[in-house]
């Protein structure tokens, strides 16, 4: 972190040197002050796009974000925006939360325009003219409600009633904004906290996609005491509450692999059911996908079996890949003098079966006078 900071630091002393207003802004200078780790430093500048794309050579622009230029310093990446109204005052004002509002020069000096130090100590998530903040980006309500998740904080009332009357507003928000909020929100320490106040509520009322039941809610909120929250893990859950599949999920804007492992996922948790791994079913999974079933079960209060059990079991597995297996496509090829074709993996799989459960040793001899046997050849 000090690494990132130190990177951080030196560009905004480039900035400087040629010249421009710059400084730390935004989430990070918030976690700065109240000591917690900073994943990301995002900078604020007199500087326009066009300009720091001339005076750095590793910098690049975002396809949507046209105040943003990404600029790589001492292996960092950064978001250099320019200041929005041309002034720090005008950004800082415009920020979606007063705990946001903060900036920090290169000399770790705090500014604080907009009471940002009082509302942290006092945990307020508070609004510099709430009625405009909230509707010229509607996300910002569920941004709320995530950071009351991360950080236990309480809605300052002007605010939470800002949010009551205009929480349908969320509707309009663009799937990919809220999805990513959604993860955050629960993953949060303080979820389960979150959903008990009746402006979250109508915040979550308002995602019609996502309406949960309070029990549902009570069960999604246990999540952020598993040991990982990754994307999967969290839409696997959802999935498994709302009971989607495939084929009756909403469309997300989830990447392809990701849907493909929540799929595998449910599979492997449908099958293991209340039975223990058998070899071949924990094989079939994988460690990855077996490791998640098991979260899955105990997020929904169902019996598990511990990351360091699952692990034994794993590793006490003659084989965990195929190719561990002493035979390949290209000695059945060679053995069984046949043409290519399914037989292959029909084979492969077979052979697979007889090593797991330890019918054959894994060896070469062994397997292929099996395989001859029992496929006749
Ligand atoms: P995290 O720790 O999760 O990165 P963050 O506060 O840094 O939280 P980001 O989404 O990374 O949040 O945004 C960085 C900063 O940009 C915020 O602190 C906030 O000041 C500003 N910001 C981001 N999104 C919005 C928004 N929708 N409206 C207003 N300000 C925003
Ligand atoms: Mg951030």
Redesign the pocket.
Same mark, same amino acid.
């Given at each position: 972190m000090q690494e990132l900071i130190s990177a951080g630091q030196k560009l905004l002393k480039q900035l400087n040197d040629y010249g421009y207003r710059a400084f730390f $802004? =935004? =989430?990070? $200078? %918030? /976690?700065f002050y109240l000591k917690?780790p900073?994943?990301?430093l995002?900078l604020v500048t007199s500087a326009t796009p066009k300009q720091m794309l001339e005076l750095f050579p590793a910098s690049f622009q975002m396809n949507n974000q046209h105040q943003t230029v990404l600029i790589k310093c001492d292996g960092y990446l950064f #978001?250099v925006?320019s200041e929005r109204g041309n002034s720090l005052e005008e950004d800082?004002q415009?920020?979606?939360?007063t705990?946001?509002?903060l900036a920090m020069t290169e000399n770790q000096e705090i500014i604080d325009l907009f009471g940002a130090k009082s509302d942290l100590d006092k945990q307020v998530l508070r609004s510099i003219d709430p009625v405009e903040?909230m509707t #010229? /980006?509607p996300? @910002?309500m569920l @941004?709320a409600l @995530?950071?009351q998740s #991360?950080l236990g904080f309480k809605l300052e009332g002007e605010l939470a009633n800002v949010i009551s009357q205009h929480c349908e507003l969320l509707e309009q928000v663009a799937m990919e %904004?809220i999805v990513?909020?959604i993860e955050?929100w629960f993953c949060g320490p303080y979820c389960q906290k979150t959903i008990e106040n009746k402006t979250n509520q109508k915040v979550l009322d308002a995602l019609p996609l996502l309406s949960f039941t309070k029990k549902e809610l009570s069960v999604l909120s246990t999540l952020n005491r598993l040991p990982n929250h990754d994307q999967s893990l969290i839409w696997t859950i959802i999935y498994y509450i709302k009971g989607w599949n495939q084929s009756t999920a909403p469309r997300l804007p989830l990447a392809k692999v990701v849907l493909k492992e929540i799929n595998k996922v449910l599979h492997f948790y449908a099958l293991r059911k209340d039975l223990d791994w058998g070899f071949e079913s924990l094989y079939d999974a994988g460690y990855t996908i077996a490791q998640k079933v098991e979260w899955l079960k105990e997020s929904l209060g169902e019996r598990f079996i511990a990351e360091q059990s699952l692990k034994t079991k794993w590793q006490q597995l003659t084989i965990q890949d195929r190719s561990e297996l002493a035979i390949d496509g290209k000695i059945l090829l060679k053995e069984f003098e046949q043409k290519p074709g399914v037989w292959i993996e029909e084979c492969l799989r077979k052979a697979e079966r007889l090593v797991l459960t330890q019918q054959i040793r894994n060896e070469k001899e062994a397997l292929i006078k099996e395989l001859k046997g029992s496929f006749n050849r």
């Open positions: $802004v =935004g =989430g990070a $200078v %918030r /976690d917690r900073i994943s990301d995002d #978001e925006t800082l415009k920020r979606d939360f705990i946001n509002s903040r #010229e /980006d996300l @910002r @941004r @995530r950071f #991360e %904004r990513k909020e955050k």
